[in-house]
Structures are given as structure tokens and as C-alpha cells.
């Protein structure tokens, strides 16, 4: 069946998906910055027994690996070892991929990486939400992972179209803070944030148990409990005692606050249902701690769920939920800091770019779906039907032209509250949604 034309697509799609069989990929000396390219669509070739593929998808729910022979554009690294990941995105169908490349040989790398995730964009029928949030995390000042479109090819078929993800671990680190930050024994230390229950950085008590289970560390693991968790239970603290006029150094010398404002700036701008503040309480996110005294970063991940809230979407959304961020949006320079950095967002938004008057997040949006779009359209296990990619994609659309102008006039209005206006959804052409549809399969965690 021929699948309908969007704005910017070959004129046969079909067509498009086998030319596209036959690109060769370039050959010879490449770095990360050629693995993390995204204006190109990657091949990831991938070999293993066919027993293990099929086991690893029947049992996609576990954590074991399975080895298997990874190559890119001529470069073959043996013996990595791949599975099964994700938390509510797991698929027999079409499994979300970790790949370790160190997992049988320690010293082992890939273009200096030890490990990468391949995302099936489970609750992403675009497949380019979470890349399109990092880019702007990234003009925004944050340190987020970087992000390719892919094809995956398993023993040479066709395994589906994914996103090439950076994984967050040490080497993470050492590029984006240095290597001493990095280094095994006295480096910095790195926590995934693991979602058990609804938490806001409230004060469990002066026990090291609750923060435990809630911060798992990636580095520096072998650690004392007390040298891993002390801190946080001290932050949490901080952020519970601290007077109206102590919010500032006293959490402010624990954590990077201005950092903290810029991530609720844009993750609101970009209506993510479950990221800091959201419908299920702190989610998705990293926590990087130096290993002198420095405030600890926030680092985003997992963007899957952005732009699926409404464009007239509060600017006050969910703030009032999180300890942390209800106190420090209670101190005024920094409500004022939060106002600036989505006022900053709208702007980048709606950048133009010489010769074309639309802004730089739908231009984004439009070159990154035309150079996904046959591999979408021939993937062959597929999550979404290509009419729900066509449809997020002109979600993604009508989002681009109307939240930057909504959030103009919300700012406006908070900075004063007298400006007598009220703040409506701009009309877009006919044909175009106010507002992004909601992605299916989120469930609560």
C-alpha cells in the first residue's frame, strides 16, 4: 500500500526505502562525532545466533545478555554484549537494545565508547521526540546525550527503524567534565535516578536507605554507603530546613540551581509529561555529583513523553509538587530566572533561518522526519502504523508554530500581572492540530 505524501518526503516513499538499501556508508578513519551525526540516517549491523535474538525478544522483560558482532561503516568490534532495556518500553516485538561493549572483554571499546542504547521509540510514534529535546537542551547550555537516527539490521535483515542514544556513564563524563571526573577510584559520582514511588526531594530522615533506593550510582560503586548517600540525605535536608533567604546558598552551594531552573524552563516549554516535575513525580534524569566541591549537575534523559501536553500547557505546571523546586521558585531572582529561560526557549523556537521565515524547531522537526521517513515506513516491526508517524509528525508541527507564542504571552503576563490580555492558542493553517496528540502505551510507573 502507498503511504501519503508529507511536506517534505521523496515522492514515492517505497521507492525512497530501497534506494535507500543500496547508500553506501563512508569508510575509513571516524570518530564519535561522525557515530553521533544526525544529519545522517546510520546503519547498525548487528550478528548473533538467531536463537539468542529470538530469545532475547520472548524474554524481553529480563536484563540478559547475549553476544553478538556490532559493525558501522566498515568497522567490526567482536564479542560485544546486547539486551533487552527499557523500563515501560520494553517489546517483544521490537526490543529497546543496550549495547556493552566492554561486557565480555573489559578493555574493549567502540570509537572510544563503552557502551550505547539503540531506543524503539516504544512511546514515540515519531521517533524524534526525544532527539528534537535534546537539541534544544543542548543551544540551551545542558549537558545531555547525544543522538543519531538508525537502521538496525540483525544477521543482515532489516530490524526496524531506532535513535543511536549516548550512554550516560563514565566516559560520558570524562568528555563532557574531564578526565579526572571520570576516573574510576577518585572520579566524580554519577547516579541514575531509579522511579519507585512518587518523590520530590522531600527529607526522608537522617537514614541512608531511602536515598539508596531511590539513586543508583554508575560510578564509584563500590563506595561506601555513607559516601554515596550522606550527601543527598544533606540536600534533602537543606532543601527542608533552609530559611526563605537560605534556599539560595544553602541548596545553591549543594546543586547547580540556575542549571535546575533551565531544565524546568525547558522541559515545560516542550510540554514533557514525565521528566522533573510531571503527572508521576521526579522522573528521567541523571545526577552527577564532582569530585571536589562544585554544585551537582542535573542531567535529562529520556524525552520520549515531550510534546504530548497541550500548547496552552501552564507555565506553573506541576511546580508546586516538588519540594526542591517549590522552594527554589519561591525565591524571586530565581522565578525570574525560570520567567527568562522560557521566554529564551520561545525565542530559539522561533529562530528563523536566512531565506525561510518558519522557526528553527520546525525546520528541526521537518529535516529530521524527512530523513527518518523510509526507514519508517519500511520498518517491518514497527510499534506505530506510518499514518501515526504522518500524524505526530504534523503534531509536531502545529506544537513549533503555537507554544512559543502562548508561553510569550504567559510570561508576559506573570511579569505583570496587570497586562490585561489573556492567552490564547495562535491559529495555524487548516489542517494543522493546535496541540500535540498523546502518544499510546505510557503507563504510570
Same mark, same amino acid.
Not at 241 to 250: A, C, N, R
Given at each position: 500500500?502507498?503511504?501519503?505524501?508529507?511536506?517534505?518526503?521523496?515522492?514515492?516513499?517505497?521507492?525512497?526505502?530501497?534506494?535507500?538499501?543500496?547508500?553506501?556508508?563512508?569508510?575509513?578513519?571516524?570518530?564519535?562525532?561522525?557515530?553521533?551525526?544526525?544529519?545522517?540516517?546510520?546503519?547498525?549491523?548487528?550478528?548473533?545466533?538467531?536463537?539468542?535474538?529470538?530469545?532475547?525478544?520472548?524474554?524481553?522483560?529480563?536484563?540478559?545478555?547475549?553476544?553478538?558482532?556490532?559493525?558501522?561503516?566498515?568497522?567490526?568490534?567482536?564479542?560485544?554484549?546486547?539486551?533487552?532495556?527499557?523500563?515501560?518500553?520494553?517489546?517483544?516485538?521490537?526490543?529497546?537494545?543496550?549495547?556493552?561493549?566492554?561486557?565480555?572483554?573489559?578493555?574493549?571499546?567502540?570509537?572510544?565508547?563503552?557502551?550505547?542504547?539503540?531506543?524503539?521509540?516504544?512511546?514515540?510514534?515519531?521517533?524524534?521526540? =526525544?532527539?528534537?529535546?535534546?537539541?534544544? %537542551?543542548?543551544?540551551?547550555? !545542558?549537558?545531555?546525550?547525544? /543522538?543519531?537516527? +538508525?537502521? &538496525? $539490521?540483525?544477521?543482515?535483515?532489516?530490524?526496524?527503524?531506532?535513535?543511536?542514544?549516548?550512554?550516560?556513564?563514565?566516559?560520558?563524563?570524562?568528555?563532557?567534565?574531564?578526565?579526572?571526573?571520570?576516573?574510576?577510584?577518585?572520579?566524580?559520582?554519577?547516579? =541514575?535516578?531509579?522511579?519507585?514511588?512518587? %518523590?520530590?526531594?522531600?527529607? !526522608?530522615?537522617?537514614?541512608? /536507605?531511602?536515598? +539508596?533506593? &531511590? $539513586?543508583?550510582?554508575?560510578?564509584?560503586?563500590?563506595?561506601?554507603?555513607?559516601?554515596?548517600?550522606?550527601?543527598?540525605?544533606?540536600?534533602?535536608?537543606?532543601?527542608?530546613?533552609?530559611?526563605?533567604?537560605?534556599?539560595?546558598?544553602?541548596?545553591?552551594?549543594?546543586?547547580?540551581?540556575?542549571?535546575?531552573?533551565?531544565?524546568?524552563?525547558?522541559?515545560?516549554?516542550?510540554?514533557?509529561?514525565?521528566? &522533573?516535575?510531571?503527572?508521576?513525580?521526579?522522573?528521567?534524569?541523571?545526577?552527577?555529583?564532582?569530585?571536589?566541591?562544585?554544585?551537582?549537575?542535573?542531567?535529562?534523559?529520556?524525552?520520549?513523553?515531550?510534546?504530548?501536553?497541550?500548547?496552552?500547557?501552564?507555565?506553573?505546571?506541576?511546580?508546586?509538587?516538588?519540594?526542591?523546586?517549590?522552594?527554589?521558585?519561591?525565591?524571586?531572582?530565581?522565578?525570574?530566572?525560570?520567567?527568562?529561560?522560557?521566554?529564551l526557549c520561545a525565542e530559539l523556537a522561533m529562530q528563523p533561518s536566512?531565506?525561510?521565515?518558519?522557526?528553527?524547531?520546525?525546520?528541526?522537526?521537518?529535516?529530521?522526519?524527512?530523513?527518518?521517513?523510509?526507514?519508517?515506513?519500511?520498518?517491518?516491526?514497527?510499534?506505530?502504523?506510518?499514518?501515526?508517524?504522518?500524524?505526530?509528525?504534523?503534531?509536531?508541527?502545529?506544537?513549533?508554530?503555537?507554544?512559543?507564542?502562548?508561553?510569550?504571552?504567559?510570561?508576559?503576563?506573570a511579569i505583570d500581572p496587570d497586562t490585561p490580555r489573556r492567552c490564547?492558542?495562535?491559529?495555524?493553517?487548516?489542517?494543522?492540530?493546535?496541540?500535540?496528540?498523546?502518544?499510546?502505551?505510557?503507563?504510570?510507573?
Open positions: 500500500m502507498a503511504a501519503p505524501c508529507l511536506t517534505i518526503r521523496p515522492a514515492c516513499v517505497l521507492c525512497a526505502a530501497i534506494v535507500l538499501w543500496a547508500v553506501a556508508t563512508p569508510v575509513g578513519a571516524q570518530t564519535q562525532d561522525d557515530f553521533f551525526d544526525d544529519s545522517v540516517l546510520h546503519d547498525i549491523r548487528l550478528t548473533l545466533s538467531s536463537r539468542d535474538w529470538q530469545t532475547l525478544k520472548a524474554r524481553a522483560l529480563e536484563d540478559t545478555y547475549y553476544p553478538a558482532d556490532l559493525r558501522w561503516r566498515g568497522i567490526t568490534i567482536r564479542n560485544i554484549g546486547i539486551r533487552s532495556r527499557g523500563f515501560g518500553s520494553r517489546s517483544s516485538q521490537k526490543p529497546g537494545l543496550r549495547l556493552d561493549i566492554n561486557r565480555y572483554l573489559s578493555n574493549q571499546e567502540f570509537l572510544g565508547l563503552k557502551a550505547f542504547v539503540l531506543d524503539n521509540g516504544f512511546q514515540d510514534p515519531s521517533l524524534i521526540h =526525544e532527539s528534537l529535546a535534546m537539541k534544544l %537542551y543542548a543551544r540551551m547550555g !545542558l549537558f545531555v546525550p547525544r /543522538e543519531a537516527p +538508525a537502521r &538496525l $539490521f540483525v544477521n543482515e535483515e532489516y530490524a526496524g527503524a531506532y535513535v543511536i542514544v549516548e550512554a550516560v556513564d563514565r566516559t560520558f563524563v570524562s568528555r563532557l567534565f574531564g578526565a579526572l571526573e571520570g576516573g574510576v577510584e577518585d572520579g566524580g559520582y554519577l547516579f =541514575e535516578y531509579r522511579w519507585t514511588r512518587i %518523590y520530590g526531594f522531600e527529607y !526522608l530522615g537522617p537514614g541512608l /536507605e531511602g536515598y +539508596a533506593a &531511590l $539513586f543508583e550510582p554508575h560510578t564509584r560503586e563500590t563506595d561506601s554507603m555513607f559516601g554515596l548517600y550522606r550527601p543527598f540525605e544533606q540536600l534533602a535536608r537543606a532543601i527542608d530546613e533552609s530559611p526563605p533567604d537560605g534556599v539560595l546558598p544553602d541548596v545553591g552551594r549543594q546543586i547547580d540551581l540556575p542549571g535546575l531552573i533551565r531544565l524546568l524552563a525547558i522541559q515545560n516549554f516542550l510540554g514533557d509529561l514525565d521528566g &522533573l516535575v510531571g503527572k508521576w513525580g521526579m522522573a528521567n534524569f541523571y545526577f552527577y555529583r564532582f569530585r571536589q566541591d562544585r554544585p551537582a549537575q542535573l542531567i535529562p534523559w529520556d524525552a520520549d513523553l515531550a510534546f504530548v501536553l497541550p500548547t496552552d500547557l501552564s507555565i506553573d505546571y506541576y511546580l508546586d509538587t516538588n519540594v526542591l523546586v517549590r522552594r527554589v521558585m519561591a525565591v524571586p531572582e530565581l522565578r525570574r530566572l525560570y520567567l527568562d529561560a522560557l521566554i536566512a531565506g525561510d521565515a518558519r522557526g528553527w524547531l520546525e525546520l528541526e522537526i521537518e529535516r529530521q522526519a524527512s530523513l527518518i521517513e523510509a526507514s519508517v515506513f519500511a520498518d517491518p516491526v514497527s510499534l506505530h502504523t506510518f499514518e501515526q508517524f504522518e500524524a505526530a509528525i504534523t503534531a509536531l508541527r502545529g506544537f513549533a508554530r503555537t507554544r512559543a507564542p502562548f508561553v510569550q504571552c504567559a510570561v508576559a503576563i490564547t492558542v495562535p491559529t495555524v493553517p487548516p489542517g494543522d492540530p493546535s496541540g500535540p496528540g498523546v502518544p499510546h502505551g505510557h503507563e504510570p510507573r
